[in-house]
Nanobody
Framework: AVQLVVSGGGSVQAGGSLRLSCTAS????????MGWFRQAPGKEREVVAA????????YYATSVRGRFTISLDNAENTVYLQMNSLKPEDTAMYYC?????????????????WGQGTQVTVSS
């Protein structure tokens, strides 16, 4: 069975950094897309970053571009989200997801499997 295990959340002050990890089991990293989403209280889930191997494409939300970096470690079957220069508005529950098919990083329905969330809290 496919499983995505997320770790690395926590509480930091504004300007700090965190690295989230999402380790997959049940499939090998090949041509899938991997995405990081977040959802703050009272807000809709939004994509933060995505990397789509089959499309050789990477996507970043405007709000995080230049501060966050998504990367894959195929040997470890892990996708990372390095988050630098964190802001209070980055506070949310963060999820990773895996999908196969056409490159649609913003579409939650393009992802077939989801990991559990990890809380990121940024204080001012």
């Amino acid at each position: 069975a496919v499983q995505l295990v997320v770790s690395g959340g926590g509480s930091v002050q504004a300007g700090g950094s965190l690295r989230l990890s999402c380790t997959a089991s049940g499939f090998r990293f090949d041509d899938q897309g991997m995405g990081w989403f977040r959802q703050a209280p009272g807000k809709e889930r939004e994509v933060v970053a995505a990397i789509w191997t089959s499309a050789a494409a990477t996507y970043y939300a405007t709000s995080v571009r230049g501060r966050f970096t998504i990367s894959l470690d195929n040997a470890e079957n892990t996708v990372y989200l390095q988050m630098n220069s964190l802001k209070p508005e980055d506070t949310a529950m963060y999820y990773c997801a895996a999908g196969w098919g056409a490159y649609q990083p913003l579409n939650p329905n393009a992802y077939n499997y989801w990991g559990q969330g990890t809380q990121v809290t940024v204080s001012s």
